[in-house]
């Protein structure tokens, strides 16, 4: 089980109520993610980051309330591949992000750096990258959110390896 803690913008866009019940926490290895929508020019995504790992993959916006889900699914699927993941790992913990549970987002550290994964994003993309490229870049970029201790960096792919149980193969 999964809560998907999302901003304003995203409770608006899947017609979810302002207030929302205090939702449990999440059971899967990568915890609760963040929803939030970036609108660049007229391109509109979603970005939706791990609470424990900032992991962070971007979702086309487009039918939201149907498509968040799968499109998570299958998108991490694809970023744990390309991080070198077993696929036993990645099945496992994509098998345990159902059901799903809404709520607000509400962990400023992941807020704070789902804003610099946004400002990244949108050099990758008028770089002309996809989104799974960027979620590559962004796995890899150093975070002092995420770091082993005050003062030091950690990596989002890291993070997630550890996480998952997993090592680079």
Same mark, same amino acid.
């Given at each position: 089980?999964?809560?998907?803690?999302?901003?304003?913008?995203?409770?608006?866009?899947? =017609?979810?109520?302002?207030?929302?019940?205090?939702?449990?926490?999440?059971?899967?290895?990568?915890?609760?993610?963040?929803?939030? +929508?970036?609108?660049?020019? =007229?391109?509109?995504?979603?970005?939706?980051?791990?609470?424990?790992?900032?992991?962070?993959?971007?979702?086309?916006?487009?039918?939201?309330?149907?498509?968040?889900?799968?499109?998570? =699914?299958? *998108?991490? @699927?694809?970023?744990?591949? #390309?991080?070198?993941?077993?696929?036993? /790992?990645?099945? @496992?913990?994509?098998?345990?992000?159902?059901?799903?549970?809404?709520?607000?987002?509400?962990? @400023?550290?992941?807020?704070?750096?789902?804003?610099?994964?946004?400002?990244?994003?949108?050099? =990758?993309?008028? *770089?002309?990258?996809?989104?799974?490229?960027?979620? +590559?870049?962004?796995?890899?970029?150093?975070?002092?959110?995420?770091?082993?201790? @005050?003062?030091?960096? #950690?990596?989002?792919?890291?993070?997630? /390896?550890?996480?998952? #149980?997993?090592?680079?193969?």
């Amino acid at each position: 089980m999964i809560t998907l803690r999302c901003t304003r913008l995203i409770r608006k866009r899947l =017609h979810l109520p302002e207030v929302l019940s205090e939702s449990v926490t999440s059971t899967a290895a990568l915890g609760d993610w963040y929803v939030h +929508l970036l609108r660049f020019g =007229h391109d509109q995504l979603v970005m939706v980051t791990s609470e424990r790992s900032l992991l962070t993959v971007l979702l086309p916006a487009k039918d939201l309330r149907t498509t968040v889900l799968p499109n998570l =699914h299958a *998108a991490l @699927r694809t970023l744990l591949a #390309g991080l070198s993941v077993a696929p036993d /790992r990645i099945d @496992r913990e994509i098998a345990s992000m159902t059901p799903v549970n809404f709520g607000r987002a509400t962990n @400023r550290r992941v807020l704070g750096s789902m804003n610099d994964f946004a400002f990244e994003a949108s050099v =990758h993309l008028a *770089a002309g990258e996809d989104a799974r490229s960027i979620a +590559l870049r962004l796995a890899e970029t150093p975070m002092s959110a995420i770091g082993p201790r @005050r003062g030091h960096l #950690g990596y989002p792919c890291d993070v997630a /390896r550890d996480l998952l #149980g997993a090592s680079v193969a």
